[in-house]
């Protein structure tokens, strides 16, 4: 489903000799960052994390913990009072569908699984016309459990895409800004720029510098492909004039800037994962619905 030769492109994945995939290092980090904040997302809702095998059994009445194999989130919830446990299925699948929406841009359908006669709920996310479940929740005798699905995140890459290449929300894209320098910059530039990304780190905004020996056009072109969010190009005249051109991903707007504009930079990354999740969400409500797989 996902574009493998893009993948390639990039350079986030390679092929062996059996050509299995082997995924790198940026890719592992956008899967790392969707992750950490899901798990920020549960702890918030009051979960402990453990470290545990899948088949471990807790034996307390009342319990509400999660954790994390690397392949999906799992949440495990008891408590004596049924009509509470009940009640939290529908939390945790209320919890996923915020997480799909506020995290990764995504719209998803979310319920009771129809064909089960059981208690299982689900998310599903709808691609290219088929829909792909990356949750599911079964409540029984007052004890709840929810599995997330971490390969969420090749469904996203294949939502957010244009024909240029990936487009990644903000909030887990492994870098937010980055700054492009042209080639063989001076050494004073190059600690100015540094500066820069010490100074949008203050503000809680991931910033990366590629002075490689690649063009302008090359670089563009290279961190377009990948997602970033902003990019900034940056020649020496720019440095001596504090004056910048930053091109927004999204899409592909061109604005000028000075340092002056870095503290709104938070205010753009918010408006561009909610534009985002409204043009995802509007391609979502225009497809013809067939064959739901559950009730909303």
């Known amino acids: 489903m996902l574009n493998k030769n893009l993948l390639l492109d990039i350079?986030?994945?390679?092929?062996?000799?059996?050509?299995?995939?082997?995924?790198?290092?940026?890719?592992?980090?956008?899967?790392?960052?969707?992750s950490n904040l899901l798990s920020q997302k549960i702890e918030n809702e009051g979960y402990q994390r453990v470290y545990l095998d899948e088949d471990f059994l807790f034996e307390n009445e009342e319990y509400s913990y999660y954790f994390n194999n690397k392949k999906y989130v799992e949440l495990r919830y008891r408590n004596s009072n049924f009509e509470l446990s009940k009640h939290k299925t529908l939390d945790m699948l209320s919890l996923f569908e915020n997480f799909?929406?506020?995290?990764?841009?995504?719209?998803?359908?979310?319920?009771?699984?129809?064909?089960?006669?059981?208690?299982?709920?689900?998310?599903?996310?709808k691609v290219n016309g088929e829909y792909f479940k990356v949750s599911e929740l079964s409540y029984e005798e007052g004890k709840v459990e929810g599995k997330f699905n971490l390969d969420v995140v090749n469904y996203m890459l294949d939502i957010h895409k244009d024909e240029i290449g990936f487009v990644t929300p903000n909030k887990v894209s492994f870098a937010q800004v980055c700054f492009l320098m042209e080639n063989n910059p001076f050494a004073k530039d190059i600690k100015i720029v540094k500066s820069y990304i010490d100074e949008l780190a203050n503000l809680g905004i991931r910033a990366i510098l590629d002075d490689s020996n690649l063009t302008m056009k090359e670089k563009i072109e290279k961190k377009s492909k990948e997602?970033?969010?902003?990019?900034?190009?940056?020649?020496?005249?720019?440095?001596?004039?504090?004056?910048?051109?930053l091109i927004i991903r999204y899409n592909n707007e061109k604005r000028k800037i000075s340092i002056e504009d870095f503290k709104t930079f938070k205010n753009i990354l918010f408006d561009l994962d909610h534009k985002m999740y409204q043009t995802q969400f509007k391609k979502y409500l225009a497809s013809e619905e067939k064959n739901i797989p559950c009730c909303m």
Do not use: M
């Open 11 to 34: 350079n986030w994945i390679k092929e062996d000799k059996n050509q299995r995939l082997i995924y790198l290092p940026p890719f592992y980090k956008l899967y790392e960052n969707i």
């Open 100 to 125: 799909l929406h506020e995290q990764l841009a995504l719209s998803c359908l979310s319920g009771k699984i129809v064909s089960n006669k059981d208690s299982k709920f689900a998310n599903y996310i």
């Open 227 to 245: 997602g970033i969010p902003l990019l900034i190009e940056v020649y020496h005249k720019n440095i001596e004039k504090n004056r910048y051109t």
